[in-house]
């Protein structure tokens, strides 16, 4: 089993790990019957979570605190206003803007903490901008001692009229004010700003102006609250900003003082702003076509996932988009790292699979179907249809509405596949934020619905739920177009916005394996940018607009 159920005086703790079987989906249930006492819940490495615990968690949040360290089950909560605390989330999430630029203050125990960062920067082509409160009258050591801690960055005390470069760090000199204007470098003799001179506040104001979102800027230890002022300027720019753990200083007045603004992005140790430091500004460089189909077919032989035919493109973008998560010091380690755990294989096979739907999406494809398509097969007397790429089933279960107001729902069976298992588990969840639902009856309307479109969802303040009857009429299966074979035959196959992805030979195969799965005057259904094979002379196309064709023979 999966669950730790603690029970204390006043409250019950119950941690999950990893995935929740029906052993523990019962345990839990019987442990939180009582909606009077209090619950401390964590969801560890898991992104999505039954139907009847999500029903259960809202009926006693009022006195539950939930945890999780996976950003995906946040934002599904969240869609059902179901507030969770996400522990390491902020470094996990996808929205991280691509740095260029980094500012860092400090003063009274601060150098420790700039050293590290320093030692730890992966190589990049980043400017950085440091000002550390330093006595006038005595030389600084500041710029030496950070160079003694990397071989790639160069590190300099800053002069005036000094173009920024790449893959260089710049120290303000005592005494002088450093302003960053128009691509240079400018320091001032002007007045003290918040009783130091140079002052944080000065450069981050600067920095703001002249960077924007390419802009992280951070504060670690030190008195006093100089920088705390620049904040809101570097937020209302679109800038990051990262402020050290105040647990990890002895001096913490600076912290302090920006934290009281509000004007932050995130409080974390040391540790983790490295991480995120690491994750904004380190990308993986350009892999030709021959490292990417090694790296392809050594995932085949270890998960026995095929991607080797999929679009080397999107393989690419989607390997840079999960680059940082990883933190390799090159893609040998990265393949290393991904080969080796099959939990980061799980999160790069997520980040492969797109999944972006809404019922009813294309309303006058499912016009065209209504009206056109489901009265040619009333004729059988038994209706299968296929839903390949069916994501978070919202799909299929247009298709069984559909069925249900032209009298075939109970006659007809959908099979919904998708490559990926954690789709699968949110699309028989079959529960929908408000939000989504209000986009879905516009949708259903404009594709010729003509029925109350809340006759098909049990619907609650903050979401809906798929009824029964829809839901029962689908069969949700894990199934790989690129290695599985034939799973029946179908009068209706529909796969939309999945060959996209696809290079020529595995489109190729796909296409006849649902030639095979069409039974003879079945219907293909494609998305609005995919056509069928020219090879196959076994279709026609139905409809001269819409992707629809019909298998003759």
Sequence with gaps: MNIVVLKLKKLIKIFIEESMSIKDVKVFLEETENKNILYEISFMNIMVIPLNVIKRIYEIQENTKLFTNEISLKHYLLDFNIKIGCEDCFLNTKQINKINYIGIGGSAGSLEKISNIIKELPPSDISIFIV?????????LLYKILQSQTNYYKVIEAVSDQRVMPKTIYTAPPG?????????????????????KPSISVLFNSLANEYNQELLCLLVCGYGKDGSDSLENLKNNNATILLEDPKECEATPMIDNASQSGNYNAILPLKDINKYIYKAISTCKELDNKQIDLFLKDIYNIYGYDYTNYHKSHILRRINHFYNLVQPKDFNELKKIILADKTIFKKLFLDISINVTTLFRDSKTFKKVKENLLPKLDSFAELKIWCAGCSTGEEPYSLAILLNEAGLLDRSIIYATDINKIVLKKAKNGI????????????????????????YFDINDDFVIVKDFIKEKVLFYEHNLAMDSIINQFQLIFCRNVLIYFDKELKTKVF??????????????????????NDLINFKKFDSKIKIYQKTK
């Design 432 to 455: 929908y934020s408000k939000n989504s639902y209000n986009l879905f009856t516009k949708h259903y309307y404009q594709s010729g619905g003509e029925e109350s479109f809340s006759n």
């Design 512 to 533: 006849k394996l649902f030639d095979e799965s069409l039974e003879n005057y079945g219907f293909l259904v494609l998305g609005d940018s995919e056509m069928i094979d």
């Design 132 to 140: 550390v409160h330093q006595t006038k009258d005595k030389k600084s």
């Design 176 to 196: 002088k004010h450093m302003i960053v204007a128009g691509g240079y470098i400018f320091l001032t003799d002007g007045k003290k700003k918040n009783f130091a």
